[in-house]
């Protein structure tokens, strides 16, 4: 187990790290894109020109023979919860773990939330719920939640997402936002449990892995051992039909994946554990501006 000290240590650098993110792009793009969903039903009055057509109330207006709309009022803050996979699949990466990749994401995303005065939960699992903090405000709650999130030692290595979404729409009451940070390299038969959490509230998929999960490099024969399984495999990388064979078994993965998440109407972000976030958070971002106003 590391030292309190230098957990706090890296609790600080990731604080420092992330901060010019939240200051620039996130900040004002977290709030736009969120804050204008935090809203909540006020009242029933009469249509007027200009009114956007979609918030007529269409039972109310088949009762008065004219048109009524619904009024909204925002939500003064709105939960978030972070939902990280720890499983033993996540310490791999060539040149920073995915894990890592994952908490400093998660990090951004809470440092955001905390300048929005929102607040912020985190569940943490493998095959099951390890750990479950509910939500709260406050800088000295986030920072705890990073070093949970740095310091935790699982129980299990091996990964399964289904109880944990089973878990999650039963515990969340409030409607939230949810951040899933995974590799998804577990059992993919999730859909049912996904769309249940789906219908009660925002689900942001955010799958993170690897170049070398990708492309395997002509280095000869090497001996890979599974993370979660402690399985060992000798392969011979210099097999072009091997590595090529390889990558599209990735390719059809991601793309089933992703698949499977626009049937459920899912936002996926893809990151690689080697390659700044900042660009993938852009263009999701971006994503769901744009969606805002159509």
């Known amino acids: 187990m590391p030292q309190t000290k230098q957990i706090l240590k890296k609790v600080k650098k990731i604080e420092i790290k992330t ?3 939240v200051d620039g792009l996130l900040q004002g ?3 736009s894109v969120f804050k204008g969903r935090g809203i909540e039903f006020s009242e029933v009055r009469e249509y007027i020109p200009g009114d956007d057509i979609r918030t007529i109330d269409w039972n109310v207006t088949a ?3 004219s048109p009524f709309v619904k009024e909204f009022i925002e939500e003064r803050d709105l939960t978030v919860y972070i939902v990280l996979d720890i499983s033993a699949s996540n310490d791999f990466g060539s040149e920073k773990s995915k894990k890592e990749a994952a908490v400093e994401l998660a990090a951004s995303l809470m440092f955001a939330a905390l300048r929005n005065n929102d607040r912020v939960g985190l569940c943490l699992f493998t095959r099951e719920v390890e750990r479950f903090i509910a939500p709260r405000k406050g800088r000295k709650h986030i920072l705890k939640l990073i070093r949970d999130m740095i310091e935790f030692n699982p129980k ?3 990964t399964e997402i ?11 009451k409030k409607r939230s936002i949810v951040f899933i940070l995974s590799d998804f390299l577990a059992e993919a038969n999730f859909e049912k449990e996904f769309k249940m959490l789906r219908n009660k509230h925002d689900v942001i998929a955010v799958n993170i892995n690897d170049i070398r999960e990708s492309i395997i490099p002509d280095v000869g024969y090497i001996e890979l051992e599974d993370e979660e399984t402690g399985e060992q495999l000798l392969l011979d990388t210099s097999d072009e039909e091997f590595r090529r064979e390889y990558s599209n078994i990735i390719k059809k993965r991601n793309k089933e994946l992703n698949n499977k998440l626009r049937r459920l109407r899912i936002d996926l972000v893809q990151l690689k554990s080697d390659e700044p976030f900042e660009i993938p958070l852009k263009r999701f971002f971006r994503m769901r501006e744009r969606r805002m106003v159509r």
């Not at 289904?162 to 969340?172: A, D, E, G, R, Y």
């Open 156 to 158: 299990e290595k091996t």
């Open 63 to 65: 009762r008065m023979n």
């Open 162 to 172: 289904t109880p944990t979404l089973v878990f999650l729409s039963k515990v969340i």
């Open 29 to 31: 793009a977290y709030h």
């Open 19 to 21: 901060k010019h993110l």
